[in-house]
């Protein structure tokens, strides 16, 4: 069986030859096709609504990594390579706004090793992600990270910072990096915020017209003030928030703004998260819209 085989795969490749296909050319013709194929498919999924703002939480690397006998270091470049594969698909579909939750602030009760090893990770692929032939760069794409961004590490913040700095005038998409985020430590964050503000607000209005008591009504924080201090106050709401490996929750990610967003539940592992199934949540969203739309014209 075997020789028969290797003498088909020989025959194979003689014919190939013949027909100019051999040497890579008939790498480059699968490559035509698949790419023929994704503009049709962009294209069919065009005639219904497209989502705007495409939210995910990222669950699995670890679980993938243990069913699989590996390190759980490899389960988050698994993670990794999932991720830089969905922000091409949703760029190629015209999606907008991204925003992917990479850490959570709880994540640090993790052990020690783990949390310094994803430090080390992000770190690594903030300075692929600084280099002028990355995926980010060459797309045009905007990088905020997002949280409380004083507990990452300081060299991954220079980082960050840096290529959030490189990246601030791309206006192509914009990815929208929540590491040291929970949703509770973002509303507190805004709620500080909006009081500071109005506070200094008061003072100086108290302070010019030389009296030493406020309107009271001055101290009150609007919800205006509030979404104008959010760490997401960037971008709009999400349209879609979808979370991997099967979970029904929404661990503390993005509370204030997904009450009116399509929750898709997947149970792909995040570094099984494909083409497929970005396609299905879209389909997905796209049967719930009209109904989504309508309650939000209720308030």
Avoid at 163 to 188: G, K, P, Q
Wanted: glycine fraction near 6%; hydrophobic fraction near 40%.
């Amino acid at each position: 069986m075997s020789s028969s085989l290797s003498t088909w795969r020989l025959l194979g490749s003689e014919i190939l030859k013949m027909d100019g296909l051999g040497d890579g050319a008939l790498s480059k013709v699968y490559v035509s096709i698949c790419n023929f194929l994704r503009k049709l498919l962009w294209a069919i999924l065009a005639v219904g609504p497209i989502p705007n703002h495409v939210a995910v939480i990222m669950d699995g690397n670890r679980r993938f990594a243990r069913t699989r006998k590996l390190e759980k270091e490899y389960g988050h470049r698994f993670g990794f390579l999932s991720l830089i594969s969905t922000l091409r698909n949703c760029y190629e579909l015209g999606i907008k706004y991204v925003t992917v939750y990479a850490f959570s602030i709880d994540n640090f009760k993790r052990k020690p090793d783990e949390v310094g090893g994803l430090m080390e990770l992000l770190q690594e692929k903030l300075e692929d992600a600084l280099k002028e032939e990355s995926f980010i760069k060459t797309c045009g794409i905007k990088v905020l990270f997002v949280g409380n961004l004083s507990l990452l590490p300081e060299q991954v913040q220079d980082s960050a910072k840096k290529l959030m700095d490189e990246t601030a005038h791309n206006t192509r998409a914009i990815l929208s990096v929540c590491v040291c985020y929970t949703s509770t430590d973002e509303i507190a964050h805004a709620v500080q915020e909006a009081c500071d503000e109005n506070r200094l607000i008061c003072t100086m209005r108290c302070n010019s017209s030389g009296t030493n008591k406020g309107n009271s009504d001055e101290f009150l924080v609007t919800l205006a003030d509030l979404e104008k201090h959010m760490y997401m106050a960037h971008c709009p709401d999400p349209d879609i928030l979808i979370r991997t490996s099967g979970e029904t929750r929404l661990s503390n990610f993005l509370l204030w703004q997904s009450c009116f967003c399509y929750l898709h539940i997947t149970k792909a592992l995040w570094p099984e998260f494909s083409l497929r199934h970005l396609v299905w949540a879209i389909l997905e969203y796209q049967r719930v819209q009209p109904y989504l739309e309508k309650m939000k014209k209720k308030l």
